[in-house]
């Protein structure tokens, strides 16, 4: 019993905390159905558990499955995220090719891939080429009325009535 107590005070997993309540409540004399309308769990929750713990102990309460380990180790995330921060331009093949080619190393998924660029700041949505919303009577209009005909722009302009922008 007090295995499972300083089990419970330790663990900040709330699967395994609610293992631990469930076989403690049991112990200390709980019905079921008491155990199962304080946790929200079902009868057959306290009964598994109970029995795991029986058998096993507290280590049976404990979560089986802790993750896969990540291809790339934090150092290697790092020189990957400062590699992305260096180039002007950003595609997802080049990323998939840097990585194969210094590590080794290929993501099952694009995910991964997604996750750099955004640690590394970098947005890895694909552009359009042409706004869909875009109007072209309103763009003329705005044209004509932003960009005045004796602007350094339109005189260099190749056509007469056309206006060029800077930047």
Aim: hydrophobic letters at 35%; proline letters at 3%.
């Amino acid at each position: 019993m007090e295995e499972l107590v300083e089990f419970i005070q330790s663990n900040p997993d709330s699967r395994e905390l609610k293992r631990a309540l469930a076989v403690q409540m049991v112990l200390k004399g709980y019905l079921y159905r008491q155990i199962a309308e304080i946790l929200s769990v079902s009868d057959s929750f306290i009964s598994k558990w109970w029995l795991v713990f029986e058998s096993v102990g507290v280590i049976g309460l404990q979560l089986s499955y802790q993750g896969s380990k990540g291809y790339l180790n934090a150092e290697q995330r790092q020189a990957v995220i400062n590699w992305l921060e260096q180039k002007n331009y950003w595609n997802l093949v080049q990323l998939q090719q840097h990585i194969q080619d210094t590590y080794s190393i290929k993501f099952k998924s694009r995910q991964s891939y997604y996750e750099l660029f955004a640690l590394a700041g970098i947005s890895w949505k694909k552009t359009q080429k042409r706004n869909p919303k875009k109007d072209p009577q309103l763009v003329q209009k705005k044209t004509r009325n932003t960009c005045p005909t004796e602007s350094m722009a339109a005189r260099n302009s190749s056509r007469k009535n056309e206006c060029i922008l800077p930047g």
